[in-house]
């Protein structure tokens, strides 16, 4: 079936505009993540959801960014009044259930949403 | 907090085989993972290994983890020049649902 889609897939806008990045997760896939890679660097978690609990937001850097997931299935990720430092590739990932204790789920990446705020 | 390292950058020659390397800190990391990343790509799982194993065999990749010293390993043999990419060390750990990554070695096959 489908992989994990992102749109859009490139994103341009000026400094203190809000952007919405969207993440369709593959079908049936519980847990989401959202996560940042800045150029030449690794991953930075962001948010995860999992079904219906609430939504683990430690990662968030700062009070701009914000994120739904509605319906159990697509996310959005919101960054409000945009800065330059939030220039990014943004990463959606999905897995079946979220990892626990003597388990993994394997996470499945979308090809990303590069970013760049002017 | 948690920490994974890796080399920045690594090249070899094409039919040699690549050793990339990676430490981490958590001492309750459960899993480990490899990904790999191709231009404009997103990032594509290669294999994982639980805490418990100390090494992984699929196909031309050898993952081998030195729990005690918090080393994961990653060995290509024969290396192609279809494997050139950026390739990242993950962990997740006891209550954490996130994966941890290191900034990714940048693997180069010459010809």
């Known amino acids: 079936g489908a992989g994990v889609s992102q749109s859009p897939s490139n994103k341009v806008t000026e400094k203190g505009k809000d952007v919405e990045l969207r993440c369709d997760p593959i079908?049936?896939?519980?847990?989401l993540y959202w996560y940042r890679q800045r150029l030449g660097q690794g991953l930075e978690f962001l948010i995860y959801?999992?079904?219906?609990?609430?939504?683990?937001k430690s990662g968030l850097p700062s009070d701009r960014f914000s994120a739904e997931r509605t319906g159990g299935s697509v996310s959005t990720l919101t960054i409000q009044r945009t800065q330059q430092e939030d220039s990014a590739v943004y990463l959606c990932?999905?897995?079946?259930?979220?990892?626990?204790?003597?388990?993994?789920?394997?996470?499945?990446f979308g090809p990303g949403t590069r970013l760049t705020v002017l | 907090g948690e920490d994974v390292e890796q080399s920045l950058f690594l090249s070899v020659r094409e039919g040699d085989s690549s050793v990339i390397n990676c430490t981490y800190t958590?001492?309750?990391?459960?899993?480990l993972y490899w990904y790999k990343q191709e231009p404009g790509a997103g990032l594509q799982l290669l294999t994982y290994?639980?805490?418990?194993?100390d090494m992984k065999q699929d196909q031309r990749l050898t993952v081998l983890l030195n729990k005690k010293d918090k080393h994961l390993s990653l060995r290509i043999a024969d290396t192609q020049t279809g494997d050139s990419a950026i390739y990242f060390c993950?962990?997740?750990?006891?209550?954490?649902?996130?994966?941890?990554f290191g900034s990714g070695t940048r693997l180069q096959v010459q010809p």
């Open positions: 990932a999905s897995s079946l259930r979220a990892s626990a204790l003597g388990r993994t789920d394997t996470q499945y």
């Open positions: 079908s049936g896939h519980t847990a």
């Open positions: 959801f999992q079904g219906n609990s609430a939504p683990d």
């Open positions: 958590d001492s309750s990391s459960t899993y």
């Open positions: 290994i639980f805490s418990n194993m």
């Open positions: 993950a962990e997740s750990g006891t209550g954490r649902r996130a994966l941890t």
